[in-house]
């Protein structure tokens, strides 16, 4: 469980954290509180690493910040505005990597413009230098179980 922190910045806070609990309910136990009293702002630019040990809530924090999971109490604030749900002002790179096998390098990048129903014809370029930028030009057309997972 990760406790109370309690930092403050001088200017308003870009993601400010306040008295932030979750709780979930299991079969096994009815209460399980993996995040209590988590009090803590986080200003523009500033670079913040949560460290603990395994189970101590790290991904649940995580996961309530991008606003993938509801918290039991307290709340999380983005530029002011309540997180509430999933926004695309932020992005998380999961633990494991979240790649459609059945989809090649080039279009596991280009999913969102067509979820979004963007114009594809307008991303691609912006696709292939983002694979670039990771190393992967070149790779465009493999399958995620041909790439290097970089382990
Ligand atoms: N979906 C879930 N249902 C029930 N308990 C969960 C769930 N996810 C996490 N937990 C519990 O919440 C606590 C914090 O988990 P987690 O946030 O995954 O920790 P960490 O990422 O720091 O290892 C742990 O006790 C874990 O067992
Ligand atoms: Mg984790």
Request: aromatic share 4%.
């Amino acid at each position: 469980m990760i406790g109370r922190h309690g930092r403050t910045s001088v200017s308003a806070p870009l993601i400010a954290i306040a008295d932030l609990e979750k709780t979930y309910a299991t079969r096994a136990r009815p209460r399980v509180q993996a995040l209590a009293a988590i009090t803590l702002d986080i200003a523009a630019g500033e670079f913040v690493t949560i460290v603990g040990q395994s189970g101590c809530g790290k991904t649940t924090l995580l996961k309530i910040l991008a606003g993938l999971l509801p918290c039991s109490g307290g709340r999380v604030t983005l530029r002011g505005a309540v997180v509430d749900g999933p926004s695309r002002d932020i992005g998380i790179v999961f633990q494991d990597p979240v790649l459609l096998p059945w989809r090649t390098a080039f279009d596991n990048v280009m999913l969102p413009v067509q979820v979004l129903r963007l114009d594809p014809a307008v991303h691609r370029d912006r696709a292939r230098r983002l694979l670039a930028l990771v190393g992967l030009a070149g790779f465009e057309d493999k399958y995620p179980h041909e790439l290097s997972g970089g382990r």
